[in-house]
């Protein structure tokens, strides 16, 4: 009987794991991130199907919830349980970047280091540098030739450009997983927006931004 009720238990523990992670994705597509990590939890145990689990929390905890010391003991599990997964690559560059914000989020400071707000700001002081000379160029070509580039630039803009509306629980490591596969492109997002986005880590609801 033992024997028997083990093809039987197992197709049950299966059943159970698929329905598990089917509500925890639905419960986190809708945003209620809470109850969707009590279920992808309910789902863990000790097999190796449990790295996909751990990544799941990991992003949760990181794009949605911005809480990188709990994503890196879940993006650490996932490494530790799969270390030539579908997601080794970007795990490993996650816990790199997580180890940063964690160490800044436990002594006090901003998610974004002191250091990276000073690159930042520098880039943006050259950025307006280079406006100001781009308005000084076009101001003393004609009319016409203004009017041409100004056109062009923005058919371009259109063309290349895209838009998103910022929902509940997005980040700007979230919108670039979103857009471009990688959390890594998040910096561009901000260039993009840099006069609407007020607070890089507290994005509006509702908000449309420029991705390009």
């Not at 689990?53 to 911005?66: C, G, I, P, R, T």
């Not at 650490?76 to 997964?85: D, F, H, I, T, W």
């Not at 690159?119 to 540098?129: A, F, G, S, T, Y």
């Not at 371009?156 to 890594?184: H, W």
Request: aromatic content about 6%; glycine content about 4%; proline content about 5%.
């Amino acid at each position: 009987m033992f024997f028997l009720c083990l093809p039987g238990c197992e197709r049950v523990g299966s059943s159970r794991y698929a329905q598990l992670m089917q509500d925890a994705d639905s419960k986190s597509a809708r945003g209620d991130f809470a109850r969707a990590i009590n279920l992808y939890e309910a789902a863990l145990d000790d097999s190796p199907r449990s790295a996909e689990v751990h990544y799941k929390l990991a992003l949760l905890y990181d794009d949605k919830l911005n809480d990188p010391v709990s994503a890196l003991h879940h993006f650490k599990r996932c490494l530790a349980l799969s270390p030539n997964g579908p997601h080794a690559n970007e795990v490993k560059n996650s816990i790199k970047r997580d180890e940063i914000a964690a160490l800044t989020v436990l002594s006090g400071d901003s998610v974004i280091t002191r250091s990276e707000a000073a690159r930042l700001r520098n880039e943006n002081l050259m950025l307006h540098k280079e406006l100001e000379t781009r308005r000084a160029s076009l101001r003393s070509a004609p009319e016409k030739s203004q009017a041409g580039d100004a056109d062009s630039k923005k058919i371009a803009s259109k063309e290349n450009d895209q838009t998103y509306v910022v929902q509940p629980g997005d980040t700007l490591f979230s919108i670039s997983r979103k857009f471009y596969n990688s959390p890594k492109r998040w910096k561009e997002i901000l260039q993009a927006n840099k006069k609407s986005i007020r607070d890089p880590k507290d994005l509006t609801v509702g908000q449309t931004l420029v991705i390009p």
